[in-house]
T-cell receptor
Framework: EAQVTQNPRYLITVTGKKLTVTCSQNMNHEYMSWYRQDPGLGLRQIYYSMNVEVTDKGDVPEGYKVSRKEKRNFPLILESPSPNQTSLYFC????????????FGPGTRLLVL | QKEVEQDPGPLSVPEGAIVSLNCTYSNSAFQYFMWYRQYSRKGPELLMYTYSSGNKEDGRFTAQVDKSSKYISLFIRDSQPSDSATYLCAPSKGGATNKLIFGTGTLLAVQP
């Protein structure tokens, strides 16, 4: 079954405590991205990756890091989380240049105290 | 001004009604127009998409784009309680990164 998985699904943490949200896809997709979803603001892209070792900033990259060492994995790193990073996070993947193949993960709900 | 505007709702309709969901956009370079459906506590899933102007039909769903007025519509015929979800429009200019610009979503509730 084609899928994007994220872990953890729910996370409560405190300000400044580094955390990583993992993302993995089993479709051999080149393109992967991270979004955050906030009420009234919709889905906003944080970072994206066109392929292994190729990453670039999206619209709201401040406070986040990513890496793409393997094609299937695209972890999101919050080095020093702050309360304004409390949000619902989605990982997505698709074939490069083929919008209609985009799959989203199930989401990670993060609360930063 | 946001690039994509979408009425957040909620929109409540009785089962069997025709539903019209709409977005407006400001960037005339958008060429691809996607509609995603997001159930509660789930990730968005692609419902349908169109390229450039015109209509596209898929079962009970019809997507319509009017580029002259920068208006995107999704129609649902014979709506069902299982259609209750948030609907997100997401246009794109295409190109190498094919970046999607998402609307805020419209919450639809179909009452049995």
């Amino acid at each position: 079954e084609a899928q994007v998985t994220q872990n953890p699904r729910y996370l409560i943490t405190v300000t400044g405590k580094k955390l990583t949200v993992t993302c993995s896809q089993n479709m051999n997709h080149e393109y992967m991205s991270w979004y955050r979803q906030d009420p009234g603001l919709g889905l906003r892209q944080i970072y994206y990756s066109m392929n292994v070792e190729v990453t670039d900033k999206g619209d709201v990259p401040e406070g986040y890091k990513v890496s793409r060492k393997e094609k299937r994995n695209f972890p999101l790193i919050l080095e020093s989380p702050s309360p304004n990073q409390t949000s619902l996070y989605f990982c997505a993947s698709r074939e490069a240049g083929v919008l209609e193949t985009q799959y989203f993960g199930p989401g990670t709900r993060l609360l930063v105290l | 001004q946001k690039e994509v505007e979408q009425d957040p709702g909620p929109l409540s309709v009785p089962e069997g009604a025709i539903v019209s969901l709409n977005c407006t956009y400001s960037n005339s370079a958008f060429q691809y127009f996607m509609w995603y459906r997001q159930y509660s506590r789930k990730g968005p899933e692609l419902l349908m998409y169109t390229y450039s102007s015109g209509n596209k039909e898929d079962g009970r769903f019809t997507a319509q784009v009017d580029k002259s007025s920068k208006y995107i519509s999704l129609f649902i015929r014979d709506s069902q309680p299982s259609d209750s979800a948030t609907y997100l429009c997401a246009p794109s200019k295409g190109g190498a990164t094919n970046k999607l610009i998402f609307g805020t979503g419209t919450l639809l509730a179909v009452q049995p």
